[in-house]
């Protein structure tokens, strides 16, 4: 059976494998309330999925550097 899972896991697409990996993690942890996640509209779900694809490339920006622009973006306002 742990075969059968992992060849399915191995063939899920990056947002799809994502989103799997959510469920297991709640099923580990003993979250049976997916009811945050399945309440989202699809346009949010694929925002949240598309977000993780984009940092898993490397397409991020570093907290600090976000900070350190607006502060001085609004440090002369």
């Known amino acids: 059976m ?13 947002g799809k494998l994502q989103e799997v990996y959510g469920y297991l993690q ?3 942890r003993g979250d049976k309330d997916l009811s945050d996640w399945e309440n989202l ?5 694929e925002g949240l999925i ?7 490339e490397g397409k991020g920006i570093v907290h600090e550097e976000v900070i350190s622009k607006y502060r001085k973006k609004y440090s002369d306002a």
């Open 2 to 14: 742990k075969l059968r899972i992992f060849r399915e896991i191995d063939s899920l697409e990056s």
């Open 50 to 56: 598309g977000a993780i694809n984009d940092l898993d």
């Open 26 to 28: 709640n099923y580990v």
């Open 41 to 45: 509209s699809v346009a949010q779900k």
